[in-house]
């Protein structure tokens, strides 16, 4: 059952935000000078319900699976990829991990489904739903229970105790085809203003990409809402991301949106439940010439644009020093009182 997915989010402390702007007011330096830093501090003291905010403990959750639009031609990867980096990433070999170790994040892979079962490994969760989703080109990608999974196993993937910050990565060839479905299904989009070349496919994978959005559209062209578009499409890692960005917001913990699949899921989540909204911070713009129609769609802004386009968390995962550094400057900085300084 997912009634849970409707209940409303967190509320954010607007004393303490109120607090905080009081206090970068008194900071040594021209008001607005740190530009939007000092609109992250805000953010997290609202967040965390104190006028001193602080990142000590980052979750880091890499949600891995197989789509059955492979069948499509959507991708130049093999299929089998897709478990390779999930081993990849457990044994610590990929961006992803080498930046978790940088920041002592909490990182973790869970594999929703792939076409080859894996083995147990230390910090990887199997709870494979099933060999991949289907395709979407010929019935819907999920079943409803195969979706409610999903959405649950993303909520469940951190704790409720002392995380300050959720990150979200994803793993899964071909998921720029479902992200790409979704993106036209929930905002009636033009196919190819949102299908890129996405992991590199060349012009004419790129028209086998556009037709099998075509063609999924055509056949799901009744679904009624932005549950029924995330069955039609999937997949497994873009659902449970829907519902670890939910599951988070009713917690308290805001969530670091990374690039193009998970602005995806972060769409469809915020139809789902816009009360969440507020809680979702969107970490760069990826090179994905769609992902900025997007997000000027949603009316949110990158904090950086490093003109990257590698997903599992990557530009996220940059994006968490800068965080640290907007929250101790905003700490640690002395007020005009403190350091004797005249104000203007």
């Avoid at 949600?63 to 089998?80: L, T």
């Avoid at 590199?200 to 556009?210: A, N």
Wanted: with cysteine; proline share 4%.
């Amino acid at each position: 059952m997912s009634d849970w997915l409707t209940k409303p989010a967190a509320i954010i402390c607007h004393p303490s935000r109120n607090q905080a702007i009081e206090r970068q007011q008194s900071l040594t330096k021209p008001l607005g000078s740190l530009g939007r830093l000092e609109l992250l501090a805000v953010d997290f003291a609202g967040f965390q319900k104190t006028s001193l905010p602080a990142l000590n403990n980052v979750a880091i959750r890499v949600f891995a699976g197989d789509h059955g639009v492979f069948d499509e031609g959507v991708s130049a990867f093999p299929q089998s990829v897709t478990g390779q980096m999930i081993y990849n990433f457990v044994s610590g070999g990929a961006a992803i991990t080498v930046l978790a170790r940088q920041h002592s994040a909490d990182f973790s892979v869970i594999n929703l489904g792939t076409m080859e079962p894996l083995e147990d490994l230390p910090r990887l969760t199997n709870i494979q739903i099933a060999p991949g989703t289907a395709n979407f080109c010929k019935e819907p990608a999920m079943t409803i229970e195969q979706l409610d999974i999903a959405l649950g196993a993303g909520r469940d993937s951190v704790s409720e105790s002392a995380i300050d910050l959720f990150v979200g990565g994803e793993m899964g060839i071909g998921n720029t085809t479902a992200a790409a479905a979704i993106f036209c299904a929930l905002l009636n989009v033009d196919v190819q203003a949102m299908v890129g070349h996405g992991t590199g496919v060349d012009d004419d994978g790129l028209k086998r990409k556009q037709q099998a959005v075509k063609r999924g559209l055509e056949l799901h062209k009744h679904a009624a809402s932005p549950k029924d578009v995330l069955q039609c499409f999937g997949g497994f890692e873009i659902a449970a991301l829907v519902g670890a960005y939910i599951g988070n917001a009713q917690k308290g913990i805001p969530s670091l949106v990374d690039g193009y699949i998970t602005t995806a899921a972060a769409l469809a989540a915020c139809r789902i439940n816009p009360s969440i909204s507020d809680w979702l911070l969107f970490s760069h713009c990826s090179a994905e010439a769609a992902h900025k129609l997007v997000m000027q769609d949603m009316k949110v802004e990158p904090l950086i644009d490093l003109e990257m386009r590698l997903g599992e968390a990557s530009g996220a995962g940059l994006v968490i020093p800068l965080i640290k550094s907007a929250l101790l400057l905003h700490s640690e900085m002395a007020t005009f009182d403190e350091a004797g300084v005249s104000e203007s």
